[in-house]
C-alpha cells in the first residue's frame, strides 16, 4: 500500500495495526467523495447520470480496462451492475485485510467462487481440488463442470505431494478450503506453493497452476492465504466477515491483473453484490471482525477442550487442540494480525456409538434435543455468526455428496459442526452438558 | 411542474460527486470538520441530513410550499408545532381530529399552560365564536378522522387571517394529490408521512410544510433542539413513495368512490360517511377544495355486533391501526383510533360502538367489495 498522509488519500500502514485499518479502511478514498461523511452513504440508485455521450463512452472504455486507465481511478459510474461506490470501497478494504492486491465482490459465496474458476479455466482444463469440499462447491465441479468438459480430480491435499498423483498438464488450478468444512482438515499452503512452484518451472506463464484457497472458515482475522503463497483467496461475506447473519456475499481477492476479468466475468454473469450488503460489511462487518473473532476463537477453544473430555464423543476435530493431527501445520499458518495462533471459530465432533448408524442417530438425538431445548445453540447452517450454530453436514450442508463417497472425504454420517457465536461461553458448554445428557 | 414530475424530480438533483440518480441513504451521525468552525455546512446527523433534505424539499414542492421540515412522527410534528405558542396562549382545534391529536393536546399540552377550544369548525362561525384575546392558533383536521367532516379551509383561513392567528392544517387523509391547504390560503400543513406520503405501512414519520420564513426558521430550530428527527433510511423509503403517490392516490380514490356506492346502494350501513356522495352534507364544499374524495371512509352498521363480526370476518381488508397504506385496512375508530376520546364526546360527533372505518387499498376492488359482502353474510 502506497504510504501517504490522511487527507491526501492513503494511510501509513505501517504505522498501525490491522484491527485499527479496520475500522478506517482506507479512511478517503478516491472511489466515491464523501470526505466529510464520517461512514460511507449507502449508494441506492442503479443508474447514474453522465454529463455527456463522450463521458458515458468514457465510461465505457474506462470499465474493466485498467491498463489504459492506470490503477485506482476516480471511476465513471454507469449502472450498479458495472460498479458502484458501496462495492469499491468495500472491495479495497477487503483486498487490504486479505494482503492482496485487488477484490472483487460477487453475490455470495458461489457467485465468487464459480466466477473465480470461470477465468481460470476452459473446456479441457483439469483442477485439482481437496476431496473434502464445501457441500455446493463439490457440487459445482462435480454435476456442472463435466458439462463444460472441465476435469476436477479429488485428492487427500492434507499430503501436499498427493497433487503429483493427478497432476497432468492440463491442471490450471488447485483449490482448497482450510479448515476444510466440515471436518476441518488442515491443508499446508506453504509447502503446496513449493510443490506448485516447482511444476510452475517448467510452464510458460500462461500455464502455471493457480493455487486458491477458499479462506471462510479462517477469514483473513486469523490467516491470509496470500501471505502464505497462494494466488488468490475467497472469502463467504455470508460468514465471519459479514457477522451478523444479514446478508449474502461473497468476494474474490488476489493480483491486480486479474481484476478486470472478474469485473468482465461479474457484468456477463451478474452475480451482483447487493449496495446495501456491502455498506453492511464496511460499516459493522470489518471494523467488528476483530472483536468478534478473537470471542469466538476463545470460547471454541474451552468448548473444543470441554467436548475432548467427554465420553460421549468419540473424538473431536479443532485446530486448537494439541493433540489434533494437524495442530502443527495449523499453528504455523493460523496466525492472526499480531502474530497469535487463532485456530478458528469451528469445531468439528463425533458422537460415539457401536457403529456408524449407532453414530448417526446419538448426532440427531443430540440435535434435535438441542433444536428444541437448547437456548444458545441454533440449528441452522451457515456460520461466523452472532449466535452459535450447529448442524448436521451429512443430512444439511454436505447432502449433495453421494452417500457412499462420506467416508472417502471423510465425512462421517454423524458428525456434528459447530460454528461458535458472541455467547458467554459457559452458557454455551452448558447447553452443550444438557444435549450429551440425553443421548 | 406538474405534481407527477415534482413527485419524481423535486429535491431529488442527481448526486453531484457520482451522478448516482436515487438520492444515496446517508446513514451518518457525524461528519468530518476540516478545521475548528470549518465544514461544508454538515456538522451532525440531527442538525443536518443530505437524505433528509431531499425528503423536504421534495415534499415542500408537493404541497406547494418553500419550506418542509421533517419528523419522526405525525405526533413528533404536531407537538413541534405547539413550540410557537407558550402558557397561556390558546387554540382552537376541530372537535374530531385524529385521537393522538387530542390526547398529546388534552392530557399533555394543557398542563404546560396552554388552553384549547374544541369546535366543530365545518360551521365557521363556531371559530370566529371561540377567538379569544389570547388566541394564537388553529388546528383544523379536513376531512376530520373518522367522521369525514369539511371545514371550509379558504373561508377559516381568512378568519385567522383577519384575527392574526396562525392556521394549521392537518392533511394526512388526503396527500397533498388531492388537497392543498397552502393555496387556499393557510399557513401550516402538516402530515403524517407513515400515511399516504409513505403508502407502504414500513415508515413512521411526519412533516410539516410553510411558506412562511419565521414559522419555518421557529419549527426548523425545534426540530433541531427537540431532536425527534426521522432516520436517513426512514427519509429515502417515503422518497421511494412519493414517486408513485398521484398513481396510488388515483386508485384508492376510485376504489374508495366504488365502495361508498356498493355500501350505498346495497343497505348494508346504516349511515356512510364519505364526501363523495352525493348525499353527504359538504360534498359541494368538497368537489370545490379537493382534487377527489379519497381513500377513507367510514360507515355505521347500527348494531356493535354486525360492525365486530365485519371486523372478524373479513379476509382481504386487516384489521389494524393506521391508513393510507396500498392494502386495505379496517378498524374500529371507538375502540381503537379514538379510544382516548371519552366516550359522551365520541358519542356527540356520531363515533359510535358500531362505526367502522375503512382505509381503502390499492387492491382489485371487486375483491374488496366481496370481501365485505361476505363478512357480513357470516354474520346474518
Known amino acids: 500500500m502506497n504510504t501517504q498522509n490522511k ?6 500502514d505501517t504505522k498501525y495495526s490491522m484491527e485499527t485499518h479496520l475500522i478506517y479502511g482506507k479512511n478517503v478514498t478516491k472511489k466515491w467523495d464523501y470526505s466529510h461523511h464520517v461512514l460511507p452513504p449507502i449508494s441506492s440508485s442503479i443508474i447514474y447520470r453522465l454529463d455527456s455521450v463522450e463521458r458515458g463512452a468514457e465510461g465505457f472504455i474506462e470499465f474493466a480496462n485498467s491498463p489504459i486507465t492506470g490503477e485506482d481511478p476516480m471511476p465513471i459510474y454507469i449502472y450498479d451492475r458495472l460498479g458502484e461506490p458501496n462495492k469499491d470501497i468495500l472491495e479495497e ?3 487490504y485485510t486479505e494482503r492482496g492486491e485487488m477484490a472483487v465482490t460477487f453475490a455470495t459465496g458461489m457467485g465468487a467462487i464459480s466466477a473465480l474458476m470461470g477465468i481460470l479455466t476452459k473446456s479441457g482444463d483439469e483442477i485439482i481440488a481437496h476431496h473434502t469440499l464445501y457441500g455446493c462447491t463439490y457440487s459445482l465441479f462435480t454435476s456442472w463442470y463435466p458439462r463444460y468438459n472441465i476435469k476436477v480430480n479429488l485428492v ?3 499430503d501436499s505431494k498427493n497433487i503429483l498423483t493427478v497432476l497432468s498438464e492440463k491442471t490450471k488450478v488447485v483449490y482448497f478450503e482450510t479448515p476444510s468444512n466440515p471436518n476441518l482438515d488442515i491443508i499446508d499452503i506453504v509447502s503446496l506453493r513449493e510443490i506448485v512452484d516447482k511444476i510452475n518451472e517448467q510452464r510458460p506463464e500462461a500455464d502455471k497452476i493457480k493455487i486458491v484457497v477458499d479462506n471462510t472458515f479462517a477469514t483473513p482475522f486469523c490467516q491470509r492465504p496470500i501471505e502464505l503463497g497462494a494466488n488468490f483467496s475467497i472469502d463467504s461475506l455470508t460468514k465471519g466477515l459479514g457477522g451478523f447473519g444479514t446478508d449474502m456475499g461473497g468476494v474474490v481477492i488476489g493480483k491486480m491483473k486479474y481484476r478486470d476479468m472478474l469485473l468482465l466475468f461479474r457484468k456477463d454473469f451478474g452475480a451482483v453484490l447487493n449496495n446495501k450488503s456491502a455498506w453492511n460489511v464496511i460499516t459493522y462487518g470489518l471494523p467488528t471482525l476483530s472483536i468478534r473473532i478473537q470471542k469466538q476463537i476463545q470460547s471454541a477453544q474451552k468448548i473444543a477442550e470441554y467436548l475432548n ?6 473424538f473431536v476435530n479443532y485446530p486448537g487442540l494439541s493433540n489434533y493431527k494437524y495442530y502443527e501445520t495449523a499453528k504455523k499458518q493460523m496466525i492472526d494480525f499480531n502474530g497469535n495462533f487463532s485456530p478458528g471459530s469451528l469445531i468439528y465432533f463425533v458422537l460415539k456409538g457401536k457403529n456408524a448408524i449407532e453414530s448417526k442417530e446419538n448426532a440427531k438425538k443430540f440435535m434435535n434435543y438441542a433444536a428444541k431445548n437448547a437456548y444458545t445453540m441454533t440449528l441452522a447452517v451457515s456460520l461466523g455468526h452472532t449466535r452459535t450454530l450447529i448442524e448436521h453436514p451429512a443430512s444439511m450442508t454436505h447432502s449433495m455428496v453421494p452417500i457412499d463417497k462420506l ?10 459442526r459447530l460454528a461458535a457465536g458472541l455467547e458467554n461461553v459457559d452458557d454455551i458448554i452448558s447447553d452443550l452438558d444438557k444435549c450429551l445428557n440425553i443421548v | 411542474m406538474g405534481f407527477s414530475t415534482d413527485a419524481i424530480h423535486a429535491g431529488q438533483k442527481p448526486d453531484p460527486v457520482t451522478g448516482a440518480v436515487i438520492t444515496p441513504i446517508y446513514q451518518t451521525s457525524t461528519y468530518a470538520q476540516e478545521e475548528l468552525g470549518k465544514h461544508k455546512g454538515y456538522e451532525y446527523g440531527r442538525t443536518h441530513n443530505l437524505t433528509r433534505q431531499s425528503l423536504e424539499a421534495n415534499i415542500a414542492a408537493l404541497e406547494k410550499g418553500k419550506y418542509g421540515i421533517a419528523f419522526s412522527s405525525g405526533l413528533a410534528a404536531t407537538h413541534a408545532l405547539m413550540g410557537l405558542v407558550k402558557a397561556g396562549d390558546h387554540i382552537i382545534a376541530s372537535n374530531n381530529v385524529y385521537g393522538g391529536t387530542y390526547r398529546l393536546f388534552e392530557l399533555i399540552m394543557k398542563d404546560y399552560g396552554l388552553e384549547f377550544s374544541w369546535v366543530d369548525t365545518s360551521e365557521l362561525k363556531n371559530i370566529e365564536n371561540a377567538i379569544r384575546k389570547n388566541t394564537k392558533l388553529v388546528y383544523l383536521e379536513t376531512p376530520t378522522n373518522p367522521m369525514l367532516n369539511l371545514t ?8 385567522c387571517r383577519k384575527n392574526n392567528l396562525v392556521s394549521i392544517v392537518d392533511n394526512t387523509f388526503m396527500s397533498p394529490y388531492l388537497q392543498n391547504p397552502l393555496t387556499l390560503g393557510c399557513d401550516i400543513v402538516l402530515h403524517s408521512s407513515t400515511k399516504y406520503l409513505n403508502g407502504h405501512s414500513d415508515v413512521i414519520g411526519g412533516i410539516i410544510i410553510t411558506n412562511d420564513d419565521s414559522i419555518h426558521q421557529r419549527i426548523r430550530y425545534i426540530q433541531n433542539a427537540v431532536g425527534a428527527v426521522p432516520s436517513p433510511f426512514d427519509c429515502w423509503l417515503i422518497l421511494r413513495s412519493t414517486k408513485t403517490l398521484a398513481v396510488r392516490m388515483e386508485r384508492h380514490n376510485k376504489n374508495a368512490i366504488e365502495l361508498a356506492n356498493f355500501l350505498a346502494e346495497s343497505k348494508l350501513a346504516k349511515k356512510i360517511y364519505y364526501p363523495g356522495l352525493a348525499n353527504h352534507p359538504q360534498h359541494e364544499l368538497a368537489k370545490k377544495q379537493m382534487k377527489g374524495f379519497g381513500g377513507m371512509i367510514s360507515a355505521d352498521f347500527g348494531e356493535v355486533e354486525t360492525a365486530k363480526s365485519l371486523l372478524k370476518n373479513v379476509k382481504i381488508f386487516t384489521l389494524g391501526e393506521s391508513l393510507g397504506g396500498v392494502e386495505s385496512l379496517i378498524s374500529h375508530p371507538a375502540s381503537m ?7 359522551e364526546e365520541r358519542e356527540k360527533m356520531g363515533l359510535t360502538d358500531s362505526l367502522v372505518r375503512f382505509s381503502v387499498g390499492i387492491e382489485d376492488i371487486e375483491d374488496l367489495i366481496a370481501d365485505i359482502k361476505n363478512a357480513l353474510n357470516s354474520y346474518y
Open chain 1, 156 to 158: 487427500d491435499l492434507t
Open chain 1, 407 to 416: 467416508s472417502e472425504y471423510k465425512i462421517d454420517p454423524g458428525g456434528i
Open chain 2, 152 to 159: 371550509d379551509l379558504k373561508g377559516a383561513s381568512e378568519i
Open chain 1, 309 to 314: 473430555n467427554q465420553n460421549k464423543v468419540e
Open chain 1, 7 to 12: 487527507n491526501n488519500n492513503t494511510v501509513d
Open chain 1, 93 to 95: 478494504n477487503l483486498a
Open chain 2, 337 to 343: 383510533t379514538h379510544a382516548s376520546v371519552p366516550k
